[in-house]
Antibody, heavy 122, light 110 residues
């Protein structure tokens, strides 16, 4: 059974870098055809795609966040990570790690982590 | 402001039928990209309940159906049940190489 689990600080100071890790269990992160990504949800608001990374390390990012985002993959630990720099209060959100399934032509999130709330505050 | 537009809320009595619309543009839904739908129960992560416009994953009752036409898509729920009360999100892909979501619709079962 595939599971994703986010980990990282729940509080980040303004202007600093938010760092989260997603640990994948139940499947190899290098399995062909899958992408791994991050999606966030500000409290009481909708979903926003942050970016994704392929099993081979190819990345794509939301243009609105691209200048501040880095997603990387650590195959030895079966993990992938998110770094978001120069955070402000607007970056306060529940951050979900997720898997894009390989079946559909249009990206579909078929597995989600439980989400972790990250607050940006001094 | 979400790229895909959904009504903020819909409601219906148990047993009734409701529909949730999702309106995009020529750069996403209208460009031929499929639409997926997610259900988010309070305090939980979303889960997909419809993929590629009108396909239900196993375990989702056939009370749920989806459709797509032009730059819009819809999710219909018949025989409303109390447990259907949740937030629903549509999602597609945009020519700007972005995964795009709707703003979400809160379904209330009266």
């Amino acid at each position: 059974q595939l599971q994703l689990q986010e980990s990282g600080p729940g509080l980040v100071k303004p202007s600093e870098t938010l760092s989260l890790t997603c640990t994948v269990s139940g499947v190899s992160i290098t399995s062909r055809g899958y992408y791994w990504g991050w999606i966030r949800q500000p409290p009481g608001k909708g979903l926003e795609w942050i970016g994704s990374i392929s099993y081979s390390g190819s990345t794509s990012y939301n243009p609105s966040l691209k200048s501040r985002v880095t997603i990387s993959i650590d195959t030895s630990k079966n993990q992938f990570s998110l770094k978001l720099s120069s955070v402000t209060a607007a970056d306060t959100a529940i951050y979900y790690c997720a898997r894009r399934g390989g079946v559909t032509a249009t990206p579909l999130v078929d597995y989600w982590g439980q989400g972790t709330l990250v607050a940006v505050s001094s | 402001q979400s790229v895909l537009t959904q009504p903020p809320s819909v409601s219906g009595a148990p047993g009734q039928r409701v529909t949730i619309s999702c309106t995009g543009s020529s750069s996403n839904i209208g460009a031929g990209y499929d639409v997926h739908w997610y259900q988010q129960l309070p305090g939980t992560a979303p889960k997909f309940i419809m993929f590629s416009n009108n396909n239900r994953p196993s375990g989702v009752p056939d009370r749920f159906s989806g459709s797509k036409s032009g730059t819009s898509a819809s999710l219909a729920i018949t025989g409303l049940q109390v447990e259907d009360e949740a937030d629903y999100y549509c999602q597609s892909y945009d020519s700007s190489l972005t995964w795009v979501f709707g703003g979400g619709t809160k379904l209330t079962v009266l």
